[in-house]
């Protein structure tokens, strides 16, 4: 059963420094990944890992922030428990560890998760480069500020999503290669990340390989749909973030889902992108492999001094109606550091007095959540 708790008040408090810890496999048996905070941040001048993009990192030779456990879970009365999805130790995601945290909270007015059902939110576009990575990082981690069980999953063997929130993965590390093959259960590779309350499960450049491996197996397509079947009662959201092709992590990803996602930018290649993306929902549909609907489309790196940004919008709302997100996220170059660092935009922008970026997240993820309650809604009536 999901949380039915209320969510916390709106908070301005500062995060607090994130642990330099290297991120823990969840599951038992399952390796721990090795920390990234090596010879590199030795070399730093700065003797104490800030938890943003802060004067003394700028200086720091190494521009990785290592990946983070979260400081909450050392918290944790009981270490076995650090953010384990078994229902047992479900408290570690509970109210406790949420008062340790003092975030920026979902604009407007708190979002409860509905606890009736997870909701799984494939963000999916054809088109490469239009932002799903950072819109999966990122609206995953403003759900988790907001008190929501979030797990994140990656399903692009180029790993973006895991860089920005975990790291390089060593070679052989629990990912969901490991899951595609059957080798390991999701819960054996989910592991926590540098956003408290958010969970990963991570790719690896393996995940190309491991779907030419299994081609020809029966069931393929629904892989990650069965395997989320042993996490629903733990998470209130799952996000996935896929690659650009059309590849079997993708249709795993599409078939796994309740909703799609799909962003878009000005580039014409982009807008086909969404006609394709929402085709392939309609042919799973079509075939009974999915019962995921479309939630939206929403606009990445919109710049209203662009004429092609609001001839992009107009396209979008012109095919998909309501379907076009009110909500957009402004062209920012924090986006593009946040891999670098190891953070979400809430924590490279924590520190700064303009937080543009974590605004339109904050405002994206209330527009979702209400969408969600809709959409939820619409089926029962
Ligand atoms: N709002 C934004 N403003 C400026 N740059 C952005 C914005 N959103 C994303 N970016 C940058 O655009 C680039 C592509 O974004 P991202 O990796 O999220 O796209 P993608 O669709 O996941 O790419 P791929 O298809 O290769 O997986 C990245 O460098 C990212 O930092
Ligand atoms: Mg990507």
């Not at 979030?150 to 629990?174: E, F, K, R, Y």
């Not at 979702?368 to 809604?377: D, H, T």
């Amino acid at each position: 059963m999901l949380s039915t708790e209320a969510p916390q008040v709106l908070s301005t408090e500062a995060p607090q420094v994130l642990s330099t810890e290297a991120p823990q496999v969840l599951s038992t048996g399952a390796l721990k990944v090795p920390s990234t905070a090596g010879a590199q941040h030795r070399r730093c001048p700065a003797p104490q890992v800030p938890s943003t993009a802060g004067a003394q990192h700028r200086r720091c030779p190494a521009p990785q922030v290592p990946s983070t456990t979260g400081a909450q879970h050392r918290r944790c009365p009981a270490p076995k428990h650090r953010g384990c999805p078994a229902p047992e130790h479900r408290r570690c995601l509970g109210a406790e560890h949420r008062s340790t945290r003092g975030a920026q909270k979902l604009a407007g007015s708190a979002i409860p998760p509905d606890n009736t059902l997870m909701n799984v939110i494939t963000i999916a576009n054809r088109k490469g480069g239009v932002g799903k990575s950072t819109l999966a990082v990122n609206l995953a981690s403003a759900f988790a500020l907001s008190d929501w069980r979030v797990l994140l999953i990656d399903m692009d063997s180029q790993a973006s999503a895991t860089a920005t929130l975990v790291g390089d993965l060593p070679d052989g590390a629990p990912s969901m290669a490991h899951v595609m093959l059957g080798s390991s259960t999701l819960a054996d590779v989910i592991t926590t990340s540098s956003r408290p309350g958010l969970h990963i499960a991570p790719a690896a450049k393996e995940l190309t390989h491991a779907q030419l491996t299994i081609v020809s197996k029966p069931g393929r397509e629904t892989i990650l749909k069965r395997a989320l079947r042993d996490i629903t009662d733990h998470y209130d959201l799952v996000v996935i973030d896929t690659a650009p092709e059309q590849q079997l992590a993708t249709v795993n990803s599409l078939v796994a889902a309740s909703h799609v996602l799909m962003p878009f930018t000005p580039d014409p290649k982009a807008l086909e992108g969404l006609r394709t993306t929402s085709e392939a929902v309609r042919e799973l549909n079509d075939v009974e492999l999915t019962q995921a609907t479309v939630l939206g489309c929403v606009q990445i790196a919109y710049d209203r001094r662009l004429s092609v940004t609001e001839d992009a919008r107009e396209q979008v709302a012109e095919a998909y109606g309501d379907k076009l997100l009110e909500t957009v996220i402004r062209t920012n170059a924090n986006f593009v550091v946040c891999p670098a660092w190891h953070h979400d935009i809430f924590a490279l922008e924590e520190k700064e007095r303009r937080k543009r970026g974590s605004e339109d997240f904050s405002a994206l993820a209330h527009e979702v959540a209400q969408r969600l309650n809709s959409s939820r809604a619409s089926v029962a009536a």
